[in-house]
């Protein structure tokens, strides 16, 4: 009998743990949903005071009282309306009223408390209002921000209003961090290699600067446009890294220069398959006549990818290159008859379709 009213008991307390658990689940629903109600009305609240304000409304500011304490939603909602604004005075005569409403205090504050989310859009706004007082702000959260989503944000925020950091405050910045976090950081290097190309040049000259942050930097010298930085990426090219070889044949794909000629043609023959079809695409988007013989080879590597980007970057080079392409489609071997079956195809269909 104790056997029979203990299973009772432990049904009994399973029941009320799931009646608990489902109870809970829906109070959780409910206060989500007015929470995300809430959030709706208030944006559309602040974005109509921002319009408001900028067809010369002298009330509007003050509206935006009750929501002083939602500085991250004021944050977001003003990045929205400032993106869709193109008059300049329009602009100024927003920003103005609510630097004198301390809106700008609110999102300095901001910087070094709440959320990351929150941190990064106080960070991202504070653009729109530069001073002495945003750039020492700015700078201070800098030096005890951790994670790189909100460092790239106050540092592009300094950049924006006129007191970015040094590139290789950058590039140390990048240095010893995740793989993933590189892309968050290139367009800010990618300008500031925009602003001080020789400050980038001798920073990529530098051994000491290593790594990651170099196959960046590399990337972001090839999206400059600047011809100056062709020597180096062809020197780069050719380095032990096979992560920088690979930056560096896409930076002179970006370049797009005849003069890497032979070093794309050494990167044809490179030892890592990524290097190879970089090479290829980079021989396509520059137009080297002179890899034709080699991308011909290319359509019978052992790896698909390699022969695909081969066989494209035939089909860029014109005539010449798509009269190889159907030479191997008639007398190839079985990979690149394939691969030139295919790309023939491809580009057929995009013709058609263009």
């Given at each position: 009998m104790s056997g029979l009213l203990l299973?009772?008991?432990?049904?009994?307390?399973?029941?009320?743990?799931?009646?608990?658990?489902?109870?809970?689940?829906?109070?959780?629903?409910?206060l989500r949903e007015?929470?995300?109600?809430?959030?709706?009305?208030?944006?559309?609240?602040?974005?109509?005071?921002?319009?408001?304000?900028?067809?010369?409304?002298?009330?509007?500011v003050g509206r935006l009282g009750g929501v002083k304490r939602r500085p991250r939603l004021m944050a977001e909602a003003l990045l929205e309306v400032i993106a869709l604004v193109r008059g300049g005075g329009e602009r100024d005569r927003l920003v103005s009223a609510l630097g004198a409403f301390g809106i700008d205090d609110i999102f300095r504050r901001c910087l070094s408390r709440g959320s990351v989310a929150g941190r990064i859009a106080s960070a991202e706004v504070l653009s729109i209002?530069?001073?002495?007082?945003?750039?020492?702000?700015?700078?201070?959260?800098?030096?005890?921000?951790?994670?790189?989503?909100?460092?790239?944000?106050l540092m592009r925020s300094l950049t924006q209003i006129g007191a970015p950091p040094a590139?290789?405050?950058?590039?140390?910045?990048?240095?010893?961090?995740?793989?993933?976090?590189?892309?968050?950081?290139?367009?800010?290097?990618?300008q500031l290699v925009a602003d001080d190309p020789m400050s980038a040049l001798r920073a990529f000259g530098d051994p000491r600067v290593a790594g990651e942050a170099?196959?960046?930097?590399?990337?972001?010298?090839?999206?400059?446009?600047?011809?100056?930085?062709?020597?180096?990426?062809?020197?780069?090219?050719?380095?032990?890294?096979?992560?920088?070889?690979?930056?560096?044949?896409?930076?002179?794909?970006?370049?797009?220069?005849?003069?890497a000629e032979?070093?794309?043609?050494?990167?044809?023959?490179?030892?890592?398959?990524?290097?190879?079809?970089?090479?290829?695409?980079?021989?396509?988007?520059?137009?080297?006549?002179a890899a034709l013989p080699w991308l011909e080879t290319q359509l019978d590597d052992p790896v698909w990818w390699v022969r695909f980007r081969a066989g494209e970057a035939l089909?860029?080079?014109?005539?010449?290159g798509r009269a190889r392409l159907r030479a191997m489609v008639a007398l190839g071997?079985?990979?690149?008859?394939?691969?030139?079956?295919?790309?023939?195809?491809e580009s057929s269909f995009t013709a058609e379709a263009a």
């Amino acid at each position: 009998m104790s056997g029979l009213l203990l299973i009772w008991t432990a049904a009994g307390a399973l029941a009320a743990v799931a009646l608990i658990w489902m109870i809970g689940l829906i109070v959780a629903r409910v206060l989500r949903e007015r929470g995300e109600a809430r959030r709706r009305r208030d944006w559309r609240m602040i974005q109509q005071a921002f319009l408001d304000i900028m067809n010369s409304s002298c009330v509007a500011v003050g509206r935006l009282g009750g929501v002083k304490r939602r500085p991250r939603l004021m944050a977001e909602a003003l990045l929205e309306v400032i993106a869709l604004v193109r008059g300049g005075g329009e602009r100024d005569r927003l920003v103005s009223a609510l630097g004198a409403f301390g809106i700008d205090d609110i999102f300095r504050r901001c910087l070094s408390r709440g959320s990351v989310a929150g941190r990064i859009a106080s960070a991202e706004v504070l653009s729109i209002f530069p001073s002495e007082r945003t750039r020492s702000a700015l700078r201070q959260a800098l030096g005890k921000a951790r994670a790189s989503e909100l460092r790239v944000s106050l540092m592009r925020s300094l950049t924006q209003i006129g007191a970015p950091p040094a590139l290789r405050e950058a590039l140390a910045d990048l240095s010893g961090r995740r793989g993933s976090d590189s892309l968050l950081y290139l367009p800010l290097i990618g300008q500031l290699v925009a602003d001080d190309p020789m400050s980038a040049l001798r920073a990529f000259g530098d051994p000491r600067v290593a790594g990651e942050a170099r196959v960046v930097l590399a990337e972001a010298l090839g999206a400059s446009g600047n011809y100056r930085m062709l020597r180096p990426l062809c020197v780069a090219a050719r380095a032990p890294d096979v992560e920088l070889r690979i930056a560096a044949i896409r930076a002179l794909a970006a370049l797009g220069h005849p003069a890497a000629e032979a070093t794309i043609l050494a990167g044809l023959q490179d030892r890592s398959w990524i290097v190879r079809a970089a090479s290829c695409e980079a021989a396509g988007r520059i137009g080297l006549h002179a890899a034709l013989p080699w991308l011909e080879t290319q359509l019978d590597d052992p790896v698909w990818w390699v022969r695909f980007r081969a066989g494209e970057a035939l089909a860029a080079l014109g005539p010449a290159g798509r009269a190889r392409l159907r030479a191997m489609v008639a007398l190839g071997g079985d990979l690149s008859r394939r691969t030139a079956s295919m790309v023939l195809a491809e580009s057929s269909f995009t013709a058609e379709a263009a």
